[in-house]
């Protein structure tokens, strides 16, 4: 668990742990790369295949992410007992090849097919990665290491903006998918090859029981028993749900808004979602650290004021009449936006067992990726629809004005709540 630097000296971090931190964050970026590259696509999708607003969100949103966490769950449970490198290695050549053959697609049912692949690959990437990073770093460092890990979210997006934006704009969005695809197969070569399996417990000198593994429902029964954890939950789906909708849609916004075109367009999403992102989710988690170590409700406030000081620049740069000026305002919830990663995985291990955390971390990233990502990026899309025949063009911005902002202020009330009583939950027994 979480607990102060006093009562628990963290042990020395191995260089080899620093290694498979970086392959793993690696992996993590790939993952964002082939699922944000789409977002940066689908306005020459949409014109392409003849697509409505509601099928690009449910493309983007809801039908990924059922398969992604409905597969996720398993793939933790066979983690939780199995070797996590070959499983992320798996994952990785798995997503990589649909998103290739995504760029073959001639309709939107087999658009809508690959996607699913992707979101079944994808799957395998972090409950697994999630589990030996706690192996590998201490508890009073693993915020820190997941922080890190958390900024191929940010990384992915840069890539995935930057190169999407330039390949569609000179060869289509088809060469894009196929481009961006390949090189993850040669990343889950490196995964098998390079890294080798932690010892579970290793960080903490501790060895789980391995006589039996827990059961789905006395994991679930745990964590739904922490009271911090039902709050810590909610809290993250509704921050997903603003993060994917502003992620998936301010590329349409901005073409549609303020007619730009893809390759500039995707130089500043690279910039105010990838490295300005990549900035917030690093400091987020060793800030997180430094002020944890001494009261771990730190570890939900600092995500609580990311939201609420993130809500007003979201609401001005969706209804901004200037594209630089859009842009400029994004660059705050751009920077906080996915700060809370590196925090809600720490936390959710540290209510748990040894043998718990990949299937923890599975079960957080289904209420995060079903809520967040299933419903935040086709909410918008929905609305936009149902705006069009009023508001015209104008119909997304007012979509992202009505749903994003208050669901970032509902996400900050959540946070408070875990951090009630988050301290007694750290220091409950979890074996």
Same mark, same amino acid.
């Given at each position: 668990?979480?607990?102060?630097? %006093? ?198 000198? +501790? ?48 073409? +549609? ?20 992102? %990549? ?17 771990? +409700? ?24 200037? %594209? ?108």
């Amino acid at each position: 668990m979480i607990t102060t630097a %006093a009562s628990s000296p963290s042990a020395p971090v191995q260089k080899r742990a620093y290694y498979a931190l970086g392959v793993l964050t690696l992996v993590y970026s790939f993952n964002f790369i082939d699922r944000q590259l789409l977002a940066i696509l689908q306005e020459s999708i949409k014109a392409d295949l003849g697509l409505k607003d509601s099928q690009l969100g449910l493309l983007t949103g809801f039908a990924f992410a059922a398969f992604y966490v409905t597969a996720g769950i398993p793939i933790a449970r066979w983690a939780d007992r199995g070797n996590r490198r070959n499983i992320v290695a798996l994952a990785v050549f798995t997503w990589s090849f649909m998103t290739s053959i995504s760029g073959l697609a001639q309709n939107y049912i087999q658009l809508l097919l690959a996607r699913i692949g992707v979101g079944v690959g994808e799957a395998g990437g972090s409950p697994p990665s999630h589990s030996m990073i706690s192996d590998l770093f201490p508890p009073q460092k693993r915020a820190t290491a997941m922080g890190l890990y958390s900024t191929g979210v940010n990384v992915g997006i840069l890539f995935g903006f930057l190169l999407g934006g330039w390949l569609n704009e000179f060869f289509g969005w088809r060469v894009a998918f196929v481009v961006v695809g390949v090189p993850g197969i040669l990343l889950a070569i490196l995964v098998r090859y390079t890294l080798s399996e932690p010892l579970r417990g290793q960080s903490e000198s +501790r060895a789980p029981d391995t006589r039996t593994q827990a059961s789905l429902g006395s994991v679930l029964s745990l964590l739904w028993s922490r009271r911090s954890f039902r709050y810590l939950a909610a809290a993250s789906a509704l921050n997903a749900f603003a993060a994917y909708a502003i992620a998936n849609w301010t590329a349409s916004f901005m073409i +549609r808004s303020h007619g730009m075109e893809t390759g500039e367009l995707g130089t500043w999403l690279a910039l105010i979602l990838g490295v300005t992102g %990549a900035l917030g989710v690093i400091g987020g988690g060793f800030l997180s650290d430094r002020f944890g170590s001494k009261d771990s +409700r730190w570890y939900v406030l600092m995500p609580m004021f990311y939201m609420l000081i993130s809500a007003p620049f979201a609401y001005f740069a969706f209804s901004a009449n200037s %594209a630089y000026g859009a842009l400029i305002a994004l660059f705050i919830p751009g920077m906080l936006l996915n700060a809370y990663l590196g925090n809600v995985i720490a936390v959710t291990h540290g209510l748990v067992g040894l043998s718990m955390r990949a299937t923890a971390s599975a079960i957080l990233f289904f209420i995060i990726n079903m809520l967040g990502m299933g419903l935040g990026p086709w909410s918008v899309g929905l609305v936009s629809d149902w705006l069009a025949p009023t508001l015209g063009s104008g119909s997304l911005g007012m979509a992202l004005r009505c749903v994003v902002a208050p669901i970032m202020l509902l996400a900050a009330a959540c946070f408070y709540g875990a951090s009630r009583s988050l301290r007694a939950d750290l220091t409950t027994d979890s074996d």
